[in-house]
């Protein structure tokens, strides 16, 4: 039977978002932070106003998907080509050297915590990923989706997230059967052929809707057709062992060249921030508490924090500067790759329900996760300067 509340938790959701977004703007800081703040105002943190539940997740979770199929849409392809080298040498870095920090933080407190070599280095992989949509959401509210930082950022959270799922699944292998080199194989073979039949497929579906919008001029049906592919392909994404968001995101990418983008990126806006992307925001911060922390575990989160927004800083704007890229540019996007988010929840979540980690450890992973998203806008925010920044052309 429906649950009607469901209804009045939408409402303040919606209302409480756009008020602290509005509030934000007048102080000239992202409007992210806005929503999020009322998320955690609205959870068990705060007012106790509004309880973690399966619809508001739900809808959360198609808030990511459109977030990055908006940012697939706003790529500049032909810069992207340029930037695939720099984009996984900032991944590979970025996620080296946070799941070796968090290990390793993780070792210094595994007798006070009672954690395992296993489960310490499970908390590495768990704080190894990086938010593509906080980053996409801030980057895009200052108009730097385009610049050259921005496009190695969304090439970089591709790789990332990669790397990590690769890296989750080989961890998950250890634990429940001992490693295995066939079940690496097996997970490589499924990434290539799944970005393989994603070219293939995207090629496609570019010339086609090419050859539509000649013939028919703007038609609401390709917007409808273009969301379907986009969750087509999340789909495809999460069956191939991928992240649905990547899915998203390299769906979007098959229309930003076509002549109907411009059209296509109006309505899926309009679409995603009635809805979809307040509720998004808003659901990490209802997803905040901090019962049963004690004063160790305080101290294990507070240094946690610190590794996790020092790793990334300086693995990926050292990937960055061994690019070619310059010092602020470096910044910008080790900035960039500073926040966590749903990718985080989900690996501390599987870890959690099959016993790699203990539920003690997630209050620690979602003020990570908050603290980072916090500050990764007000990073970015301080790293571009006030000018504008004109994108650049294709290397």
Known sequence: ?????????????????????????????????????AGVLLGPAVFKLVEPNDTIGVIAEFGVIFLLFAAGLETDFRQLKGMLKPSLLISVLGVVVALGGGFGLALLFSKTLGLSVFQSFYIGVVIASMSTSITV?????????????????????VFDDILVIMVLAVTMGIGSNGFSL?????????????????????????????WAYARMGEKRRFTVFAIAYCFLMAYLAELFGLADITGAYIAGVAFCSTRCVEFLESKTHW????????????????HTSFSGM???????????????????????????????????????????????????IIVASKGIALGYLGSIMYPSIIVVVLVTVLIAPLMLKAAYPKEPIQPVSGQ
């Open 1 to 37: 039977m429906f649950d009607t509340r469901i209804l009045l938790i939408i409402a303040l959701i919606l209302l409480t978002t756009k008020a602290f977004s509005i509030a934000m703007k007048k102080i000239h800081m992202p409007q992210v932070i806005g929503a999020l703040i």
């Open 182 to 210: 066939v079940t690496l194989g097996i997970i490589i073979v499924k990434i290539i052929v799944f970005f393989a039949f994603a070219t293939g497929a995207g090629f496609l579906v570019n010339k086609l809707f090419n």
């Open 271 to 286: 679409l995603s921030y009635m809805l979809f992307t307040p509720v998004f925001l808003a659901n990490i911060g209802i």
């Open 294 to 344: 004690t004063s160790s575990l305080i101290l294990f989160t507070l240094l946690l924090v610190l590794v996790a927004i020092l790793s990334k800083l300086m693995g990926c704007g050292l990937g960055a500067k061994f690019s070619k890229f310059t010092n602020r540019e470096s910044l910008q996007v080790g900035a960039g790759m500073v926040a966590r988010g749903e990718v985080s």
């Open 137 to 157: 959401e801030a980057l895009s509210e200052m108009g730097k989706l385009k610049t050259k930082t921005g496009t190695a950022l969304l090439g970089a959270s």
